[in-house]
Each structure stands twice: as structure tokens, then as C-alpha cells.
């Protein structure tokens, strides 16, 4: 189970429990990294800044708005996600070129632009593709959030 902190936004009273939505800082390594400055990857997470997830999920405990807890979900969630996002563009690539070169190229009488530009639209066309599936597949992992603990107020 993969583990996160998060904060109370907001606490509902059920009849069973209550109903909490959480915000969760999504955190990058980079800061800690040594290479961060001349790193791409460390230059654009800085820019863009921290991005909040929010979550919402059922509870018996007794939280309140502002406290910090850690919440958990299973790794299938984040292996899935990741599958998604980045398979699926793969493979759509591949088929795009594969279609170009043995059945576009030809017909047209073309080269390789033709398999270039192919595999370009099918690369948009997966992550389109990605983005539609990933909707069902978060409203799943939501349902998989659970609290394992509160842990107190938050360190101002």
C-alpha cells in the first residue's frame, strides 16, 4: 500500500461516520536532487510549482478541518496509471507507423513523411485515447482511498 499525507479541507457528518475531502500536495524529488539547477526535469517541476490532488472518502474517525492525515491506496492504482499514460501513446505510435509504412506509404506512392505524419496524429490519438480511460480508472482509485491515521494539526 502506498502511503500520502494530505489535509482536511472538509468534514460532513453521515449518519455512519463522516465524509471527508482531503488535498494532497503532489511532491517531486527534485529539491532534494543535487543536479536540479542544470536539470530539465528540475527546472520545469519548479515552474509549473506543486500540483494539489484531491481526494474524498468515508471514515469512523473523528477529524476536523486542517488536520493532517495519512491516507493509503494500493500500488495496482499508480502501476495502472502509469501503464495508461504511457502505453497507450506507444502503441497507437507503432500502429500509426506500422499502417503508414505497409499500407499508406505505398498507396500514395510516399516516403517516410507520410509514416512520420501518421504516427504523429496516432500518438494525439492515444493520448486522447489515455485521457477518456484514465477518468474511469481515477474514479475507481478514489473508491480504493483509505485513512490510516490522523496525525494532528498542521506545522504552520
Not at 469512523?60 to 501503464?83: C, M, R, T
Not at 490519438?125 to 485513512?147: F, M, N, P, Y
Request: contains cysteine.
Amino acid at each position: 500500500m502506498m502511503t500520502a499525507l494530505a489535509t482536511v479541507m472538509a468534514v460532513q457528518t453521515k449518519e455512519q461516520g463522516f465524509h471527508v475531502e482531503l488535498s494532497c500536495e503532489q511532491k517531486t524529488s527534485c529539491s532534494s536532487c543535487s543536479s536540479a539547477k542544470s536539470c530539465g526535469t528540475g527546472i520545469v517541476s519548479k515552474a509549473i510549482g506543486g500540483k494539489s490532488l484531491r481526494w474524498q472518502l468515508d471514515t469512523d474517525k473523528n477529524v476536523l478541518q486542517g488536520q493532517v492525515v495519512e491516507i493509503g491506496f494500493p500500488e495496482k492504482s499508480l502501476l495502472q496509471s502509469a501503464a495508461l499514460v504511457y502505453l497507450v501513446p506507444l502503441f497507437m505510435m507503432i500502429l500509426g507507423a506500422w499502417l503508414a509504412d505497409s499500407w499508406l506509404a505505398p498507396m500514395l506512392g510516399m516516403g517516410e513523411g507520410v509514416t512520420i505524419l501518421t504516427s504523429l496524429i496516432f500518438i494525439g490519438l492515444g493520448i486522447k485515447l489515455a485521457k477518456i480511460w484514465s477518468g474511469s480508472l481515477e474514479k475507481r482509485t478514489e473508491q480504493e482511498v483509505v485513512l490510516l491515521r490522523v496525525l494532528g494539526e498542521p506545522i504552520a
